[in-house]
């Protein structure tokens, strides 16, 4: 049985989740890639590197995201966000740096190019629509 | 420090994971939905039900696939797919739900409409590309 989450069940499985993916698409390839982030209500917050995915986010702005939760033969909960991509700098990149690391201590990015020798990108989504669903096929057997 | 996988941990990885996001793209609208899947070395096999992910990869069968396994502060590893997305009908399709209710005992999609009402679909990613990587930024603490 699949049941829509409601605005406050979509939002608390963004906020208490800490892996999601990223997906875009540019010159005519689609790409999902895992990250780890924070969302504060109205914005998912990431540190990566350079990469792929930086040049696909710059190149189309308009990106998904999402994140699951198995919690068992046939139940799970899932919300997909649609957004825009947002480079930070200066201040914001630093703030979002800080808010990351607090969040995830002892294993915050460092804002400088990490053991990959890549640079660190700070970047965000503003969402413009978030949805949710849950799967509770267990209850029913 | 990010390390990239051999062919045949890419290959460990989705055969071992259960959940996996296929990210598809029509009409300027990229979407990423999480599946329970099956891997057996060239395709991913999915059971699902109608839908806006079918409708787009009908539109658009070039997708993207993806696992993810979050091992603990700064250890993960992840595997991208790029495939052709190719929907399954006749003995073709009975012969995949058979094969996805025997990797999932209990919880195996019927090939009937659902809870939901809506019918199920069965499709599979034929793997052009697959890549893997780990990151073991725990290690180095």
Redesign the interface.
Known sequence: ??ETLTQEETDALLREQ??G?????AE???????VIYAYDGAMITVAT?EGQKTRMMRANP?????V?V?EG??R?R?A?V?GTYEELGGEEAGAALAALAAR?S??GPARRP???GRETVVFRIVVSEATGRAVR??A??
Do not use: K, N
């Open positions: 049985m699949i800490v892996v993916r990223v997906g875009c698409h005519g390839l689609t790409y999902v890639v895992p590197v308009s990106v998904c995201f999402e699951d198995y033969p046939g799970w899932s997909i649609q995830f002892g294993d990490g053991a990959s096929r267990g029913e057997r």
